[in-house]
DNA sequence: GAAATCAATTTGTATAGACATAACCATATC
DNA sequence: GATATGGTTATGTCTATACAAATTGATTTC
């Protein structure tokens, strides 16, 4: 049916044969059919509405999946050399954009940890994060000195929901001086925010320089 | 299932009980829990081999989807007013990086299109397309002056294989023309190689100010 | 002790059948 | 003519059953 579809032998938006028929043209079952067209659905090559029917997609409204590992794993499978340097550890009432992103009360306090993932001894990851501790008590604990709290987290704090943010942005001094980069120069900004529940576990923010890329195919 | 995982009842790397006990505790079929199970693991919450069983991820390698629309839907769907302006439109051989990226021979010759998006009057994305028209014969003959090569493509070419790059970079002297920036302004740059088959339809070069953000919720 | 073989187990996938659900469409009602 | 009503139909989802495929772990063989 997907080839049917790039070949154009079924025009976009044009109507498909019902479940039933094709079952029958196939030789296969309604409920094989119907999870093939489940498939192209969710890869975005037909649309189906129940009575209505299947038709191919108008404009093909595709999503991209990107893996988000773990930052270590993601410099280890290049093949590079990982480090890890924590750069400050604390606990302190959030700026306000990180508060009210987080949907915090203004007498909130948050962990907040500063520190730096290294592919073959070179910058490769700015993290900035700030931590929940009424989600995640633990974290008060946690020093951060031997584990990120990257993967500190993964292993105490499941998430239920998650929202990323990619952008550019300019590197501000701070960032500059820390990734080895001129202030201005451009960066790749990625934030994720994740909740358990209602309630906000974690804000990060991760830049990286200019050179990174984010890659996907589907 | 997910509850018992984010609740740690089921603690990451532990073998969760096989499917058929499963559908006999939630009394549903094994064809259900399975289907629930394939999900999670899609999810990437649980890794599942045959005969070795489903665990609970170690480290949830998850995935963010972020769907990829027209940019005029896109900019639409913002409630801002769409507009499409063509820079230049031509038939060249393209670069040495853009013939390598599309494993083309040297003596290729690719339409070569220009373009501007913009959301209520303010420059959204600058467009810089190579089609290959030994696939897309009609490209020839298309104009681009009403349709933005962007749509004009979800129309006449559909795509088997896609490929999506996404990075920041410094504006060039051209695009920072183009797009009201300074040179060397931080733009988010995202870069699509789509193929029918084997055979490589179009590479397009998509780029935005610094304040473009890509987000996504999982 | 290493390698090959084999049975058991778990997931993967198909089938047929049933009913649920949503939406379209024609008809009836006001 | 506008609004309700209800039948029809295509998809959504579940059940029960069957067999395939992969991998583990034990057993046998050399």
Same mark, same amino acid.
């Given at each position: 049916?997907?080839?049917?579809?790039?070949?154009?032998?079924? =025009?976009?938006?044009?109507?498909?044969?019902?479940?039933?028929?094709?079952?029958?043209?196939?030789?296969?079952?309604?409920?094989?059919?119907?999870?093939? =067209?489940?498939?192209?659905?969710?890869?975005? =090559?037909?649309?189906?509405?129940?009575?209505?029917?299947?038709?191919?997609? #108008?404009?093909?409204?595709?999503?991209?999946?990107?893996?988000?590992?773990?930052?270590?794993?993601?410099?280890?499978?290049?093949?590079?050399?990982?480090?890890? $340097?924590? +750069?400050?550890?604390?606990?302190?009432?959030?700026?306000?954009?990180?508060?009210?992103?987080?949907?915090?009360?203004?007498?909130?306090?948050?962990?907040?940890?500063?520190? +730096?993932?290294?592919?073959?001894?070179?910058?490769?990851?700015?993290?900035?994060?700030?931590?929940?501790?009424?989600?995640?008590?633990?974290?008060?604990?946690?020093?951060?000195?031997?584990?990120?709290?990257?993967?500190?987290?993964?292993?105490?704090?499941?998430?239920?929901?998650?929202?990323?943010?990619?952008?550019?942005?300019?590197?501000?001094?701070?960032?500059?001086?820390?990734?080895?980069?001129?202030?201005?120069?451009?960066?790749?900004?990625?934030?994720?925010?994740?909740?358990?529940?209602?309630?906000?576990?974690? #804000?990060? $923010?991760?830049?990286?320089?200019?050179?990174?890329?984010?890659?996907?195919?589907?």
């Amino acid at each position: 049916m997907a080839r049917r579809i790039a070949e154009r032998l079924w =025009l976009p938006g044009a109507l498909i044969p019902g479940e039933e028929v094709l079952a029958r043209e196939f030789g296969a079952a309604r409920a094989t059919v119907n999870r093939a =067209l489940q498939e192209l659905a969710r890869a975005g =090559l037909v649309e189906r509405r129940r009575r209505a029917g299947t038709r191919v997609a #108008l404009h093909p409204v595709r999503e991209a999946r990107f893996v988000i590992p773990l930052v270590r794993q993601e410099i280890e499978a290049r093949g590079a050399e990982y480090q890890y $340097r924590l +750069l400050s550890r604390g606990e302190a009432a959030p700026p306000e954009i990180v508060r009210a992103r987080l949907g915090l009360e203004a007498t909130a306090s948050l962990v907040h940890v500063r520190c +730096l993932h290294l592919a073959d001894r070179v910058p490769y990851q700015f993290e900035d994060r700030w931590i929940n501790p009424d989600v995640v008590a633990a974290a008060r604990e946690a020093d951060f000195a031997g584990v990120s709290p990257n993967e500190w987290l993964v292993e105490h704090a499941p998430f239920t929901d998650a929202e990323f943010t990619f952008r550019a942005a300019a590197a501000s001094a701070e960032e500059a001086a820390v990734m080895q980069l001129r202030e201005g120069e451009p960066v790749f900004v990625g934030e994720r925010i994740t909740w358990l529940g209602e309630r906000p576990i974690t #804000l990060v $923010r991760m830049v990286h320089p200019s050179s990174h890329r984010m890659v996907t195919r589907l």
